[in-house]
């Protein structure tokens, strides 16, 4: 059974960095799927934030390009995620997830979630 | 970036109705359409891939349809635990976006 599980300081300031790290259970991190990070802002929609794969390819939202880097832990099976110069905008719920290869790259497995909250 | 834009945003409906989201895509994206299901407090949950596959577990009252720009979500007979939020994703191409959402409600 796969999982997967966010974590990370649950309060960031603004201008800081969000650092979030995802740990993948029962898959390997170097299988031919590719890892992903969706956030949701309270009481609203979902929004895709970017991929990576374990031979480095990564894809991101362009929204959010330029202050998103993603990485892979091949020893450690997880992937991570850091934001910077987080503003409150940047305040919402982070999922990693599986993007599957066999389903056409939907994601199949998710995180339960982690609330981050950007505040002084 | 391809917007994919979903019908209605909220739904009224009874138990035992039957129901249809639309998700319509900007370009055409194939069959790379996604279906999810999020309830409260959780994590999104996926319900159809490849626009018609009903994912491993999800019940067969969910079907999904369609290719190119246009797609439909259908739920044959509403049950109790089918009031949640529905969200389409293609992932035809990145950034893999997703719809707005359609809230589905007890009537």
């Known amino acids: 059974q796969v999982q997967l599980q966010e974590s990370g300081p649950g309060l960031v300031k603004p201008s800081g960095t969000l650092s979030l790290t995802c740990t993948v259970s029962?898959?390997?991190?170097?299988?031919?799927?590719?890892w992903s990070w969706v956030r949701q802002p309270p009481g609203k929609g979902l929004e895709w934030i970017g991929e990576i794969h374990y031979s480095g390819g990564t894809n991101y939202n362009s929204s959010l390009k330029s202050r998103v880097i993603l990485s892979v832990d091949k020893s450690k099976n997880q992937f991570s995620l850091k934001l910077s110069s987080v503003t409150a905008a940047d305040t919402a719920v982070y999922y990693c997830a599986r993007g599957a290869f066999s389903y056409f790259y939907a994601m199949d497995v998710w995180g339960q979630g982690t609330t981050i909250t950007v505040s002084s | 970036d391809i917007q994919m834009t979903q019908s209605p945003s909220s739904l009224s409906a009874s138990v035992g109705d039957r129901v249809t989201i639309t998700c319509r895509a900007s370009q055409s994206i194939s069959r790379y359409l996604n279906w999810y299901q999020q309830r409260p407090g959780k994590a999104p949950n996926l319900l159809i891939y490849g626009a018609s596959s009903l994912q491993s577990g999800v019940p067969s009252r969910f079907s999904g349809s369609g290719s190119g720009t246009d797609f439909t979500l259908t739920i044959s007979s509403l049950q109790p635990e089918d009031f949640a939020t529905y969200y389409c994703?293609?992932?035809?191409?990145?950034?893999?976006?997703f719809g707005q959402g359609t809230k589905l409600e007890i009537k």
């Open positions: 994703q293609h992932s035809f191409s990145t950034p893999r976006t």
């Open positions: 029962g898959d390997s991190i170097s299988s031919i799927n590719w």
